[in-house]
């Protein structure tokens, strides 16, 4: 059999528009699979990536964290899958640096441990929106150590039960998730719930019914002027233990609404998608932290929970994908258009 080509958008130097070009056809170490990529999902922080040369180790780079698609090559010691799996998986050139690590490619090489089967009733559309957002609501919700984010800034650990694949009893525990329409935030909304946790979302009001499709009991909608006393009313009518607040957006707006719940609150967690606000800033018994979406502590989720949570529809494949275009030349655009903002859906480039 011939050795396939693959091909990857490149990026050159930092704000230049990606390259399609050849690349080299990866190989899998091991606990490694190849994975021939049938659909791709752009994420904002490969926007900041390719603007600005953030994390980039290697250059020239080949970056993205999502993909879905078939197994090529599975390496030493890899007993869940065979070649010719369906699958989905995290690529994670974010920490490593390694381009064939890279999404933006034909070929990509990714950990077992952070793949799981697609179910064949999914298409690799759909199911390429889970994965990077799957990683960052695991570590959103089950860290049980803190570590470090970034330097000064460590993750938070909020220690909540893994989602289960049985109907678990209401656990007693709130969370605020704000941004629960977005990728991670309604990602974090799905498992949050299918541990038992009480969510109650922030969003948009055109996005209050996909939230609540993630399981949020309670929606909010970001531009209600009352908002924080609305969350205020609500978290002390359900009474409870309340965790804290995932903020999955982490803008001054949004941190000075959950300043102003956790004052109200007596303090408890505030885990955010970025640096949260310096201690100075916050009220008392707030425990503040910033999650790094790439973490061992998913790979149970990934092991045990994936495959058959999507066979199930326990987890559903949302915000639901908008392809943009189908081959890595369009990945450009793809990026261009995630610049400008998305509302509740994930832009996904089909190979
Ligand atoms: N630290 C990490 O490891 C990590 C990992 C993943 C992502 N991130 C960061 O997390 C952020 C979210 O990423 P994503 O992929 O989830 O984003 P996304 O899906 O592209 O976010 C779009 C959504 O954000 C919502 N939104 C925007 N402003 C809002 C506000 N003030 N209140 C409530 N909702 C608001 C919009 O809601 P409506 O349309 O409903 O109004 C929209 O649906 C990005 O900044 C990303 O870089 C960090």
New binding site residues.
């Given amino acids: 059999m011939s050795t396939p080509n693959n091909k990857a958008a490149w990026l050159i130097k930092a704000g230049s528009p990606l390259q399609v070009d050849d690349a080299l056809l990866p190989t899998a170490g091991p606990g490694e699979l190849v994975v021939k990529n049938a659909a791709i999902a752009i994420?904002?922080?490969d926007c900041?990536m390719q603007v600005s040369g953030v994390f980039v180790q290697q250059w020239p780079a080949i970056f993205g964290c999502d993909i879905a698609g078939e197994v090529h090559e599975v390496g030493k010691d890899v007993e869940r899958f065979k070649i010719g799996n369906r699958v989905i998986g995290h690529a994670i050139n974010l920490t490593s640096g390694r381009p064939q690590d890279g999404a933006y490619a034909l070929y990509t090489v990714i950990p077992a441990s952070k793949a799981a089967i697609l179910p064949d009733e999914i298409s690799f559309t759909n199911g390429v929106v889970v994965p990077?957002?799957l990683e960052?609501a695991v570590?959103a919700l089950s860290l049980k150590e803190p570590g470090f984010?970034m330097p000064g800034v460590s993750t938070p650990a909020l220690g909540l039960p893994y989602p289960s694949l049985q109907e678990v009893p209401s656990s007693e525990k709130t969370l605020v998730i704000?941004?629960?329409?977005?990728?991670?935030?309604s990602m974090t909304t799905q498992l949050a719930a299918a541990a038992g946790i009480h969510v109650i979302a922030?969003?948009?009001e055109?996005?209050f019914e996909l939230s609540k499709r993630c399981g949020a009991a309670e929606v909010f909608d970001?531009n209600d002027t009352s908002l924080a006393d609305k969350v205020i009313d609500a978290l002390r009518k359900n009474g409870g233990e309340f965790v804290g607040i995932f903020d999955?957006?982490?803008?001054p707006?949004?941190y000075a609404h959950d300043i102003t719940i956790l004052d109200q609150l007596g303090g408890g967690y505030l885990a955010s998608?970025?640096p949260p606000p310096p201690p100075i800033d916050l009220p008392p018994n707030v425990n503040a932290g910033?999650?790094?979406?790439?973490n061992d502590v998913a790979t149970p989720v990934w092991e045990e929970y994936v495959t058959p949570a999507l066979h199930s529809g326990k987890l559903q494949c949302l915000?639901a994908p908008l392809v943009v275009g189908k081959g890595l030349e369009h990945i450009q655009s793809a990026l261009e258009k995630?610049k400008t903002?998305?509302?509740?859906?994930?832009l996904v480039v089909e190979l």
């Avoid at 704000?178 to 935030?185: D, L, R």
């Avoid at 999955?248 to 803008?251: L, N």
């Avoid at 910033?290 to 790439?294: D, R």
């Avoid at 903002?341 to 994930?346: I, M």
């Fill in positions: 994420n904002p922080l900041h990077f957002a960052a570590c984010a704000y941004g629960g329409s977005s990728s991670v935030g922030i969003a948009g055109h996005n970001r999955a957006i982490g803008t707006e949004t998608v970025h910033m999650i790094f979406a790439v915000p995630c903002g998305v509302s509740a859906t994930k």
